[in-house]
């Protein structure tokens, strides 16, 4: 939030600052009564101040706020990594140098005679 409210004064003095480059050339003739009556001082003024108050840093005032829960979005990776963690998947062993587990070897030669003889059941 501090880092927004600063973006915006930035924002706020470089829209002053081609403003007052603005006035300086005359560029803005609807205005130009408005600013004989305004003294280009108070401009500069106010420029002086603005610029000090950004020096010191800026204080932000208290607001009555309740926050609501922050939502965080994870990231593939720490999806893949909640579920193994909460065992969602089940992770099946792999060949290791070319060698099928004992279990694998086991499942597949059921699943292999279960599927070829069809009158067993």
């Avoid at 501090?2 to 003095?13: D, I, L, Q, S």
């Avoid at 030669?109 to 069809?118: K, L, R």
């Amino acid at each position: 939030h501090y880092k927004a409210v600063c973006r915006a004064f930035v924002a706020e003095a470089l829209e002053l600052s081609t403003f007052l480059e603005k006035v300086g050339t005359r560029q803005i003739t609807k205005v130009e009564d408005d600013l004989k009556t305004l003294n280009f001082n108070d401009w500069a003024r106010l420029w002086v101040q603005v610029i000090r108050e950004l020096r010191r840093g800026v204080q932000l005032k208290k607001v009555c706020y309740t926050r609501k829960p922050i939502e965080y979005e994870l990231t593939p990776y720490e999806i893949l990594m909640d579920d193994i963690r909460s065992r969602r998947y089940k992770l099946n062993k792999v060949m290791v140098d070319g060698r099928i587990p004992h279990k694998l070897k086991k499942m597949l030669m059921q699943s292999f005679w279960n599927s070829s003889d069809p009158g067993r059941h």
